[in-house]
């Protein structure tokens, strides 16, 4: 089993900046790729940023330039600094750990943290 627990997020006006943390607790060993995801009102979940093993990134189009997402395997922690905020950013965001084990594939998601970006 794999805990995630993510802080960071408030109230922020346009144009502003906030730095998201997630701390992956329990079973670590068996996390691959980590990401971050977010869910506005009446919408569906999408992902945001996407952290492979080794570091590489994928961006949706809508963050590109303005988001960036960074882990500290030693830490075991994903971040997401996110800059030149938007209203449209405001979502709650969501940490998402992948592992890999005999077991075959897993997902586990933290609680959320909610982000709202004020015009």
């Known amino acids: 089993q794999v805990q995630l627990v993510e802080s960071g997020g408030g109230l922020v006006q346009a144009g502003g900046s906030l730095r998201l943390s997630c701390a992956a607790s329990g079973d670590t060993s068996c996390i691959s790729a980590m990401g971050w995801y977010r869910q506005a009102p009446g919408k569906e979940r999408e992902l945001v940023a996407w952290i492979s093993s080794s570091s590489s990134t994928n961006y949706a189009d809508s963050v590109k330039g303005r988001f960036t997402g960074s882990r500290e395997n030693a830490k075991n922690t994903l971040y997401l600094q996110m800059n030149s905020l938007k209203p449209e950013d405001t979502a709650v965001y969501y940490c998402?750990?992948?592992?890999?084990?005999?077991?075959?594939?897993?997902?586990?998601w933290g609680q959320g943290t909610q982000v709202t970006v004020s015009s």
């Open positions: 998402n750990a992948r592992c890999f084990g005999i077991w075959g594939r897993r997902d586990y």
